[in-house]
């Protein structure tokens, strides 16, 4: 519920309606809202494909490392945007092809091994990595990412059965398909925007993609965690 209740802070006068498809997540989430005495948040069990069914418009909206799991990200992205007010703001985040190379070449060395998941194999491969065995030097990359030390985050890290990544430019396609007029990124820290308009210290140069793209290519790490942006309908 962590994203409820930061959302709880920021928007103290709205009501929030947080959805997931999980009863256990959802009961844990409701459970730490009531600890923290928030009472503008409502919590329902939904599925982001059936939204079209409420008929509910949003003026704003939040979907994080949820899209991408999906086994069609743009007709849940779509639905997300029918759901959104005219002038309404949307924040995504998405998996980024770029950042996530090195996870990338894990999975293929566990797929050419006929590695599959179990509790076992993935603590012997993390081991290896984490031991810097001669035959896993190549997967260091993988000790960067908080989820590797978690054994149900790195399961879903490198052995996760559905995952879409994109580039800057698949998204700017899919902002041009509906529409949607790109509001930036946000980042944790403001070093990325600061070291960016070192590189395009043009006016409004953070809002094209085209710029990003570049400086991704330049500095592959810069969305290691997601792509987490805005957009306006």
Not at 39 to 50: E, G, H, Q
Not at 61 to 85: A, D, Q, T, Y
Not at 134 to 145: A, D, I, Q, T, V
Request: hydrophobic fraction near 35%; charge should be neutral.
């Amino acid at each position: 519920g962590a994203q409820a209740v930061s959302l709880s802070g920021l928007f103290k006068n709205s009501l929030i309606e947080a959805i997931d498809i999980s009863s256990s997540s959802l009961a844990y989430a409701k459970r730490k809202a009531e600890e923290f005495n928030i009472k503008n948040i409502n919590f329902s069990k939904f599925d982001i494909l059936d939204l079209e069914n409420l008929n509910d418009k949003y003026d704003y909206i939040e979907c994080s490392g949820v899209l991408h799991h999906m086994e069609e990200p743009e007709k849940g992205f779509r639905i997300l945007i029918n759901s959104l007010n005219i002038n309404g703001i949307i924040k995504i985040g998405l998996y980024s092809s770029t950042a996530r190379y090195h996870i990338n070449k894990a999975r293929e060395f566990l797929k050419s091994k006929n590695i599959k998941f179990s509790l076992e194999q993935l603590r012997d491969f993390r081991n290896k990595v984490i031991e810097k065995n001669p035959s896993h030097r190549e997967f260091e990359k993988l000790l960067s990412n908080s989820d590797f030390y978690s054994t149900s985050e790195c399961r879903d890290l490198i052995f996760h059965i559905q995952e879409k990544q994109y580039d800057l430019l698949e998204i700017k396609t899919l902002l041009n398909k509906f529409s949607l007029k790109f509001a930036g990124f946000d980042f944790s820290n403001q070093y990325t925007q600061q070291h960016f308009k070192e590189r395009f210290p043009e006016k409004n140069s953070e809002y094209y993609l085209d710029n990003w793209k570049i400086y991704e290519k330049e500095n592959v790490n810069t969305f290691i965690g997601m792509y987490n942006f805005f957009l306006i309908k």
